[in-house]
């Protein structure tokens, strides 16, 4: 496995849940000091820094980049993959096959978590989840063809009402042609929706492909009540091999939280 930490380049989303929030030469010198072995992006678009600058600091530092997070095309532009209006899921599929794109230069996969939308009045269920399905197997095929997967996010009941459930979101997956996605266990999510963290992982193994790595309060691991140590088991237990991600609030700053977040993943995963 591979330890990682977030890096927000979106100053106007301060308060969010991102470890590191500084320009990203800082961050990449933080998070190696701290001993990460990659970092994951969060930028509103498909690009980070001054050009060649993202390249060079993964060649300077030895890190890998862990992923990229889509979410920006939903706070900072309204596009989501189910909306009712065809122009913004039009845009929203053009948002997420760029940052494919951009991440697949690093060979690190993108995410889409709150792009996915949610059904309500204008668009029932069905149509909802009829589109989440087309938008992802047209963005999985675009992955695999620049060499990534795509990770979906199942996300808890206050973010989205399509999928908020480990298994529910595999099934979703079983269903579709394309091999290019995978999940995402975000475990701050799971920890309101799932009966049993260590065991949905377990049961859905084949799907995994990225962690992100928070407490129950989304805090940085080792200040909520997550009972931790079974989830580690059962990653182990499954042979994962990604990324653990601290997607947590940079609590009670960003320098704290990352020391938190280093000090649990050596805890349980090394
Ligand atoms: C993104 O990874 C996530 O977990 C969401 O809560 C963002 O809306
Ligand atoms: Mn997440």
């Not at 709150?114 to 149509?127: D, T």
């Not at 995402?184 to 084949?206: P, T, V, Y």
Request: hydrophobic content about 35%.
């Amino acid at each position: 496995m591979k330890s990682c930490i977030t890096l927000s380049l979106v100053s106007s989303l301060k308060g969010g849940p991102w470890v590191l929030w500084d320009n990203l030469a800082d961050g990449f010198k933080k998070a190696a000091e701290f001993g990460f072995d990659s970092l994951e992006l969060f930028t509103d678009g498909p690009k980070a820094g001054a050009p060649n600058e993202l390249h060079n600091l993964l060649n300077q530092t030895g890190m890998g980049l862990g992923a990229v997070g889509t979410g920006a095309g939903k706070v900072l532009n309204g596009l989501t993959l189910t909306d009712k209006n065809p122009d913004i899921r039009a845009k929203a599929i053009s948002f997420i096959r760029d940052m494919i794109d951009f991440g697949a230069q690093y060979n690190a996969p993108a995410i889409i978590g709150s792009m996915q939308g949610s059904h309500g009045e204008q668009v029932s269920r069905e149509q909802a989840i009829s589109w989440l399905q087309q938008s992802l197997e047209e963005l999985g095929q675009h992955a695999t063809s620049r060499g990534v997967t795509l990770i979906y996010e199942p996300l808890n009941r206050y973010e989205t009402n399509l999928f908020n459930h480990y298994l529910d979101a595999c099934e979703l997956l079983d269903q579709l042609s394309t091999n290019g996605i995978s999940l995402l266990a975000d475990l701050f999510h799971m920890n309101i929706e799932e009966d049993d963290i260590a065991d949905s992982i377990k049961k859905g193994s084949k799907h995994l492909g990225h962690v992100h790595f928070a407490d129950s309060n989304r805090r940085p691991v080792g200040n909520g009540h997550t009972n931790m140590e079974p989830i580690a088991q059962a990653l182990k237990d499954v042979g994962y091999e990604g990324c653990i991600s601290a997607e947590a609030f940079a609590w009670p700053d960003p320098l704290t939280a990352a020391q938190t977040t280093i000090d649990s993943y050596k805890k349980y995963f090394s």
